[in-house]
């Protein structure tokens, strides 16, 4: 394949960034709003943002099933956050929030699991795959619960949390261990936000080469 064409699902959320990480990372990245759009790329990133508001509008452009459909037959999907929320097969605190997940990834997912305590915060983690700490951001993120016997962990919340960075430390300390990046096949999940992270496309080139290798 020469140069891959990645679409970000460019309904709401942070979609800027991710079509610029994409690019410096040699893909051309298009955003997908349309059905005809969707048919044209090789793979597809789902930004964050808010999985109900992002459930409601797919259906509102008549996106939900084509995407729901062509990730059933194997379309390279890269999450984050809001976005690993809608590649779930299942999801917590979904019921009364109107989230229908579109269930390419074999993982039960929790939304806004870090609670109110600790709300956003930042942290370096190790990341299966990728040499050295990783900057994760977390917005309001999921973890997750359950996984498939088909995924793989890439990355767990570390234990002794940077206080500096990190004001509620000791309540972060008992999250240590929770999953927060997973992968199963070609498609790719983050609870946290690499495309906020300047100058660090470690995440986006794991996606693009596993879109390359399809
Ligand atoms: N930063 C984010 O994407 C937040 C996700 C949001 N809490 C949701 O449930 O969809």
Not at 1 to 20: K, T
Not at 120 to 149: C, M, Y
Request: proline share 5%; with cysteine.
């Amino acid at each position: 394949m020469g140069e891959p064409v990645i679409g970000v699902l460019a309904l709401q959320g942070g979609v800027a960034e991710h079509l610029a990480a994409l690019e410096r990372c040699g893909a051309r990245a298009v955003p997908v709003r349309r059905v005809e759009e969707l048919d044209a790329v090789d793979g597809i990133v789902l930004p964050g943002g808010e999985s109900t508001t992002m459930t409601r509008l797919l259906d509102t452009v008549e996106l939900y099933e084509p995407l729901r459909a062509r990730l059933a037959e194997g379309l390279p999907a890269y999450g984050s956050c809001a976005g690993m929320i809608m590649l779930a097969s299942s999801v917590e605190d979904a019921g009364t929030a109107g989230v229908r997940p579109l269930g390419a990834l074999d993982v039960v997912v929790r939304r806004n699991a870090f609670g109110r305590q600790v709300d956003s915060f930042e942290t370096e983690l190790d990341f299966q795959g990728i040499d050295g700490p990783v900057r994760a951001v977390f917005i309001r993120a999921p973890w997750v619960d359950k996984i498939g016997e088909d995924v793989s962990v890439l990355a767990t919340v570390p234990g002794g949390l940077d206080a500096a960075t990190t004001p509620d430390a000791t309540e972060h300390d008992g999250l240590a261990g929770r999953i927060v990046a997973v992968q199963q096949g070609a498609v790719l999940a983050t609870a946290f936000h690499p495309e906020l992270v300047e100058g660090d496309e470690r995440v986006h080139r794991c996606f693009v080469r596993i879109v390359r290798g399809r």
